[in-house]
């Protein structure tokens, strides 16, 4: 629903020509003065204004030229009368979409107001399609081949076409928001609003002027009307991350907008339509909390028409390499002194396959950032790695976990074993890679897998 700025003096004008806008299916907005107006563009989503040139302090001509250097592409309608003419024409060479002559008809004043809004509407839409263009998410843009990443594509690649609700989940710094994205910019929806919004970031009431808007006076401090996310969103996806966060309360009010495909604003009795793909993510196991009595079973279901899982680094090491190659590029330009960075040693390497990554591929893209940002070298090393990752704590044995009769030569083969399996999984059983990893010859390693009998794939 389009949202139409009326600006006139005089007290009935905008409330009069309000009536005849709504009534062609438009939502209205009134102000007395300029300084009014400019307060509520500030405050709300406006697609058009349609201001009357005389007006005392700040006049049309004042008004327009405020309006343009917060908007642009916005468009203005002058109203003016016979004596004001040339002041329109000036306004139409600062800007204006174009004038009226009072007194009008209601008819042609419609015609106005839709041209107008169809222009701004083909402006609005080229202007997210550029966006989404230049911020593009693919399949290829996630970065992964391990097999867990490869079932998260093939997902992605079946539901982003069609118009089903998706659950994403997995652990804090996995990636959620990056697969809805793909999922957005991969659909009919790409060229449209891609909205996200955090359930567990803001008091429930602060929460549910977020998601539906709120009317003006509808609580204190709500001093103009303003769109909710689910609005802002119409024609295209809702992203709701942390939905388990969600209190009961809007849960319920979640679940009727799932179902009647409409929202009412804070404050308001008007039901609004909104087109909207809704996909929601958490770090719980929502089934859980659904069996625990602390979220809702219909919501639940409503939500989880198409489920994603995304595995956690610690169990997908074998897209580590690709990872940091890739944050390695991200990055390069924030690299202000030294050499450029073009990769990684190999026992650096080692330490991040070791490692367990509690804060998943965040903490892995923070740990590449801050070595492109204070790193020296042009290979990343053990000693740009944080302490947390090098230090003993985090190394893979610890000598309390053998038996105090164990002994050396069973206990190194044991470790060996185990080191070597590791790399041939790291490496995807690619195993000039794996040798690279261990520090050894391939011929080196061909003899230890025949040692310990271990079963490998034919790549080599």
Avoid at 85 to 99: F, H, I, L
Avoid at 215 to 229: D, H, N, Q
Avoid at 420 to 434: M, T
Wanted: hydrophobic share 40%.
């Amino acid at each position: 629903m389009e949202t139409v700025l009326v600006v006139d003096d005089e007290k009935n004008y905008p409330r009069i020509l309000g009536a005849v806008l709504e009534d062609e299916g438009f939502e209205v907005l009134t102000a007395n003065s300029g300084a009014q107006a400019l307060k509520i563009l500030d405050a709300s989503d406006i697609d058009l204004v349609l201001t009357d040139m005389k007006m005392p302090e700040m006049d049309g001509i004042d008004l327009l030229e405020n309006i343009k250097t917060r908007e642009p592409q916005l468009p203005v309608i002058m109203m003016t009368a016979h004596g004001t003419v040339d002041k329109a024409v000036e306004a139409m060479e600062k800007g204006a979409y174009s004038y009226i002559l009072k007194p009008f008809d209601n008819d042609r004043l419609i015609i106005y107001v839709n041209k107008a809004i169809g222009v701004y509407r083909v402006i609005k839409e080229n202007r997210r399609l550029r966006s989404a263009v230049t911020t593009r998410y693919s399949f290829g843009n996630i970065i992964g081949k391990s097999k867990p990443m490869m079932d998260v594509f093939e997902t992605i690649g079946k539901v982003a076409p069609v118009g089903a609700t998706v659950l994403v989940e997995g652990e804090s710094g996995t990636g959620k928001e990056l697969v809805a994205k793909s999922i957005h910019f991969n659909s009919p929806r790409a060229a449209m609003p891609f909205v996200a919004v955090n359930c567990s970031a803001l008091a429930e009431s602060l929460m549910e002027s977020e998601l539906f808007g709120h009317e003006k006076g509808a609580f204190t401090g709500a001093t103009s009307m303003k769109k909710g996310r689910f609005e802002r969103a119409d024609g295209g996806t809702l992203f709701l991350d942390e939905i388990g966060e969600l209190s009961p309360g809007l849960q319920v009010k979640l679940l009727r907008v799932l179902q009647e495909k409409v929202v009412e604003r804070v404050g308001g009795t008007k039901p609004i339509a909104v087109d909207i793909r809704v996909i929601a993510a958490t770090n719980k196991n929502l089934k859980d909390e659904m069996l625990a009595g602390r979220f809702r079973e219909d919501l639940f279901y409503r939500l989880d028409v198409v489920h994603i899982v995304l595995p956690a680094l610690c169990q997908r090491q074998e897209d580590i390499r690709l990872l940091v190659d890739h944050f390695i590029k991200k990055y390069a330009a924030e690299r202000k002194t030294g050499p450029p960075v073009t990769g990684i040693d190999v026992d650096a390497e080692r330490l991040l396959y070791g490692y367990s990554w509690p804060g998943n591929v965040r903490e892995l893209e923070n740990v590449i950032e801050r070595v492109l940002v204070l790193g020296s070298d042009m290979s990343i090393t053990v000693s740009d790695l944080p302490k947390s990752i090098r230090g003993p704590a985090h190394d893979d044995l610890y000598i309390g976990d053998f038996p105090t009769d164990a002994k050396l030569y069973e206990t190194l083969a044991m470790v060996e074993k185990a080191l070597i399996e590791r790399a041939l999984k790291v490496s995807d059983n690619v195993q000039s890679r794996a040798a690279e990893l261990l520090g050894i010859g391939k011929s080196g390693l061909n003899q230890k897998i025949k040692k310990f009998n271990l079963e490998v794939g034919s790549k080599t």
